[in-house]
């Protein structure tokens, strides 16, 4: 069983910058994969950017060159770095942890709201 707990979010400003803390707890040897999915209203949930234990790192098209995701794997923390913030970030942000061959393994934090409005 893993706990996710999230930080930060909130109010930002176009252009302007955010930063999402996520710590994981609970029973578990290591994670493969920890990330940050979204979800605006009447849409999908979606991937923002995951990275792995080793370092590897994925975004969505969309917040490449604005969004930076980095892993602390031995406080099994992980940081979104939102810059140049635009509007359509606005959504609740979701951070993940998950096996990739243990399909079980998937597990979800409480949410955080990011809205993005001057």
């Known amino acids: 069983q893993v706990q996710l707990v999230e930080s930060g979010g909130g109010l930002g400003q176009p252009g302007g910058s955010l930063r999402l803390s996520c710590a994981a707890s609970g029973t578990f040897s290591s994670i493969d994969l920890m990330g940050w999915y979204r979800q605006a209203p009447g849409k999908q949930r979606e991937l923002v950017a995951r990275?792995?234990?080793?370092?590897?790192?994925d975004y969505a098209d969309s917040v490449k060159g604005r969004f930076t995701i980095s892993r602390d794997v031995a406080k099994n923390t992980v940081t979104l770095q939102m810059n140049s913030l635009k509007p359509e970030d606005t959504a609740v942000y979701y951070c993940?942890?998950?096996?990739?061959?243990?399909?079980?393994?998937?597990?979800w934090g409480q949410g955080t709201q990011v809205t993005v409005s001057s």
């Open positions: 993940n942890a998950a096996s990739t061959w243990d399909y079980e393994f998937n597990y």
């Open positions: 990275v792995t234990s080793v370092g590897s790192t």
